[in-house]
């Protein structure tokens, strides 16, 4: 059974900790009795979010308005951690979603999910791994997707920046493991979380119509981002290279190593699963 207090002398800095994954590991780390720097886009959204995870046991919280796309935020994010200390855990989670295939996206959404979920990690990698190398300890989560193995033609954009991270992580934790610092790559599914409610929705013919159904789909589903949250501390504990987290996430790794040619076949019978809920009318 793990100590109440595991965290207890550990430096945590979580990434897009205003809602959903985020803020659910942030709160995993809290109760953990961690020391926490937390960061989002959105003001609003942090704002009570100190309070809350101090009520969880956290040591102490700082929460900052950082956009992880700007290089400047983020190196002057990084200062501000590190006149406390090099991070014990640096968690890479601010992301956003975008669905439609190539032929629907445009350059200025390529340019938007780039710059949040790409160079969010490369900005988060750059400028903490150096500190925690330094340092000669620690672990870095980046959160990518199933996608990051198995994309789909309904999200093309959004699965290339995944890939992305699934690579950026294999070739920075053979970077850093001499150096003493762990790099896992979480991996989750159908996550009920608020992302898609901020997705942007390309190609589709009422696409507030699609994003009601789509969200209908992942509550009713209801795989928590607590259960997200659990993997990485997972990760923390045992340094996984790649850690899928939902049963399709799984299913998925798996095929991919196993059957590769299954694998597309599994992924269109999960997105039918999700078409039969979504309506084709406004």
Request: charged share 20%; hydrophobic share 45%; aromatic share 6%.
């Amino acid at each position: 059974m793990r100590s109440l207090n595991e965290f207890a002398d550990r430096l945590v800095v979580v990434t897009g900790a205003a809602s959903g994954i985020g803020r659910a590991t942030a709160s995993a780390f809290a109760r953990g009795g961690a020391e926490l720097f937390v960061c989002d886009l959105s003001s609003e959204g942090l704002s009570g979010l100190e309070a809350e995870l101090l009520a969880r046991g956290a040591r102490r919280v700082h929460a900052v308005t950082v956009d992880v796309g700007s290089r400047t935020e983020m190196a002057t994010f990084c200062e501000t951690v590190c006149r406390t200390g090099a991070p014990d855990v640096l968690v890479n989670n601010a992301g956003v979603g975008l669905a439609g295939g190539l032929l629907a996206t445009s350059l200025e959404d390529w340019d938007w999910i780039l710059n949040a979920n790409l160079w969010g990690v490369v900005h988060g990698c750059h400028f903490f791994a150096p500190k925690m190398a330094a340092r000669g300890r620690g672990q870095i989560i980046n959160i990518a997707s199933a996608a990051g193995y198995y994309n789909s033609p309904t999200m093309t954009a959004y699965g290339t920046t995944k890939y992305a991270v699934v690579g950026l992580s294999e070739g920075l934790r053979a970077e850093l493991a001499p150096h003493g610092v762990g790099v896992s790559v979480v991996c989750p599914g159908f996550i009920n979380t608020p992302i898609i409610a901020n997705m942007r929705m390309r190609g589709a013919t009422y696409p507030e119509s699609e994003r009601v159904n789509v969200q209908r789909f992942y509550e009713k589903r209801n795989y928590s981002p607590e259960r997200v949250a659990e993997a990485v501390l997972r990760a923390v504990r045992k340094n996984p290279a790649l850690l899928p987290v939902t049963p399709e996430a799984r299913a998925l790794h798996a095929m991919k190593r196993i059957a590769p040619a299954l694998g597309p076949r599994l992924l269109a019978s999960l997105q039918r699963m999700v078409d039969r809920r979504r309506s084709s009318k406004p």
